[in-house]
């Protein structure tokens, strides 16, 4: 199993950060590089507890589906995600917020486990744990810039 442990502190309030964690939309506009699309359960809006997204996205010049459930919510505090199905062996990811001096620290645990047993690990080492790294990382630069935006309108 492996795990990447992000966290970013955002200048906006705890309910903002959160709903735009759980935006369908707006994680379309991140991924855009893969060109990332739900296909099926929840398509748009914001994702809620016992929900399900499929997601059909162009990763490594391959097209796959990948469909996680919320498995549980705590608003604004934390929720987590688990794949139902897809390329992964498993895939649990947790977003936990707290607010910190009128701020949001917002955390991402994404734990993963490649499939196709020693092949699997020794390429997540080489090259999928970066890359994912850095696909959570472009998702959480845009909650940053649109949730400060957002922040500075209001005052």
């Known amino acids: 199993m492996s795990r990447i442990y992000l966290e970013i502190l955002i200048n906006a ?12 939309d707006l994680h379309q506009q991140s991924t855009s590089k893969t060109h990332e699309k739900a296909i099926a359960g929840r398509t748009s809006g914001l994702i809620e507890e016992n929900e399900t997204v499929t997601w059909r996205a162009k990763h490594l010049g391959v097209y796959q589906t990948l469909t996680t459930k919320i498995i549980s919510m705590e608003k604004p505090n934390q929720f987590t995600d688990e794949m139902q199905r897809g390329a992964f062996k498993s895939l649990h990811h947790q977003h936990i917020f707290k607010t910190i001096n009128d701020k949001t620290l917002m955390t991402d645990i994404f734990d993963f486990e490649s499939p196709l047993g020693i092949i699997g690990k020794m390429f997540n080492k080489i090259f999928l744990k970066n890359y994912l790294k850095n696909f959570l990382l472009e998702r959480n630069k845009l909650i940053k810039t649109i949730a400060e935006s957002a922040s500075n309108n209001d005052q």
């Open 13 to 24: 309030d705890i309910q903002t950060v959160f709903d735009l964690a759980r935006n369908i």
